[in-house]
């Protein structure tokens, strides 16, 4: 099967639910040729399956590629985020703000913003240990 033929399948796997076909999908298409795109959804796929270390591994292997893939970035901070992994999941979004569409922009900013709360809320009191 073509690269292209395959990432379409991969892709309507996923669209259907079926993750971990797609992930095996995915796999060859990466085989095939590495993209920063295919590592993106590939992580994606790994991301829905509750597979957080392979998500983990694929979106920063997509943003080593191509820092600017903005699908990565967002995906990867949500991740982190669900992850309660804060501080990690501002940095991801704020990064990739400026690049963002107007509607992108506010949604991503508004997880930012609850990602920081969420941190102020887990730091110690002034005083306290």
């Known amino acids: 099967m073509a690269a292209k033929t395959q990432y379409d399948y991969a892709i309507y796997l996923f669209q259907q639910g079926f993750y971990e076909d797609a992930v095996s999908h995915f796999d060859e298409v990466l085989h095939e040729q590495e993209t920063a795109e295919g590592w993106s959804d590939w992580a994606t ?3 829905a399956l509750s597979h957080f270390t392979e998500a983990e591994r694929g979106f920063r292997r997509a943003l080593q590629l191509n820092p600017e893939l903005q699908d990565a970035a967002v995906n990867f901070g949500t991740m982190l985020a ?3 992994r804060w501080q990690e999941a501002i940095d991801t979004l704020e990064k990739i703000l400026p690049d963002l569409e107007p509607a992108a922009y506010t949604a991503v900013r ?3 913003g609850q990602c920081r709360e969420q ?3 887990a730091a110690p009191a002034p005083g306290k240990s």
């Open 119 to 121: 941190l102020e809320r």
């Open 45 to 47: 796929a790994h991301f």
């Open 110 to 112: 508004a997880l930012a």
């Open 82 to 84: 669900s992850l309660h």
